[in-house]
């Protein structure tokens, strides 16, 4: 399997007024996305609300991704679950379906402890899906799950056999270096905090994955241009503004106003599911103020 490298766009699931899948509005998102330079996509992660669909529903948002993009980059299908059995058979699907990896955060509900535990619930699902590379989903905020994320990948490389790499979503940038340098960089570890995609290529960084790429892909292009140009002023500035930007749309519930932004560029993504609220009619005018001023729009 290749690495995946550039900006994955953590893709957002459409829904309508009435709260259900609108996956008609898949394929014209898709073309904007690849249009704006992006490279990947990773569906049903935080962003896409994996964790508030039913299975059902998660299988076909799968389906209208991968079917959408056409092989044309990979798509990378998040099946995390608090079953592990579950989890499994969504690995399984987007095996069938021809997507291009799998990745899955860990059971949240009773915490994993030790490293051991979670290699034992990640071969059990990497599993559903043989031959496709499998992604470990960092993300210790949200499952509240403190392991040794070194010791997990060092015990998974001998016993999880398609473990191909990590999205690390954390911020210990001094982690996410030595991630990449394990097992004599054996691993596609790739980034998940937009905000600090600059410290990220500094550490080595070759992928990142994101929901604001769905939005501003171009701006991050910029940040990795100027990098790869050694214009460290220039990369710098344009972090900048994406972290003003970050900021702007962090004043609200984050992915519920990304959504918002989204209807406002014309992709009408509707609102995000519970336990995420909806903005309010007078946040949104205050979202668009607050990005105006810091030059998104
Ligand atoms: C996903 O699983 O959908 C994402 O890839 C998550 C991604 O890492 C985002 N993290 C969260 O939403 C918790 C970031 O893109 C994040 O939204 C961004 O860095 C702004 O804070």
Not at 81 to 93: F, G, I
Request: hydrophobic share 40%; net charge negative.
């Amino acid at each position: 399997a290749q690495r995946l490298t550039g900006l994955i766009a953590a893709t957002y699931t459409p829904l309508g007024a009435d709260g259900q899948l609108r996956l008609q509005q898949v394929p014209q998102m898709v073309e904007h996305l690849l249009g704006s330079g992006v490279s990947g996509l990773y569906v049903c992660g935080s962003t896409g609300e994996g964790m508030s669909l039913t299975s059902e529903e998660r299988r076909k948002t799968a389906e209208a991704y991968v079917h959408a993009t056409d092989g044309r980059v990979p798509v990378i299908i998040q099946v995390g679950h608090n079953s592990v059995a579950e989890a499994r058979q969504l690995a399984a699907h987007a095996q069938e379906i021809g997507a291009d990896a799998v990745s899955a955060t860990c059971p949240s509900y009773f915490k994993i402890q030790t490293a051991e535990l979670l290699v034992d619930c990640m071969r059990e699902i990497a599993g559903g899906a043989p031959d496709l590379p499998f992604y470990y989903y960092h993300i210790p905020a949200l499952t509240g799950s403190a392991i040794d994320i070194l010791r997990f990948m060092t015990l998974g490389a001998q016993q999880i056999p398609n473990l191909f790499g990590l999205k690390y979503t954390d911020t210990k940038l001094h982690e996410f270096q030595q991630c990449l340098q394990l097992e004599n960089q054996r691993f596609d570890v790739v980034w998940g905090c937009d905000e600090m995609l600059l410290g990220a290529l500094a550490s080595g960084s070759t992928g990142a994955i994101g929901s604001t790429y769905n939005i501003a892909a171009p701006l991050y292009l910029q940040i990795i241009e100027a990098f790869e140009a050694g214009d460290w002023v220039e990369a710098r500035a344009l972090q900048n503004q994406a972290i003003e930007m970050i900021n702007a749309i962090g004043t609200f519930p984050f992915h519920s106003a990304m959504k918002a932004i989204l209807g406002m560029l014309g992709y009408d993504f509707g609102t995000c599911r519970l336990p995420q609220r909806a903005l309010s009619a007078d946040e949104t005018i205050r979202l668009r103020q607050l990005l105006e001023k810091v030059g998104f729009f």
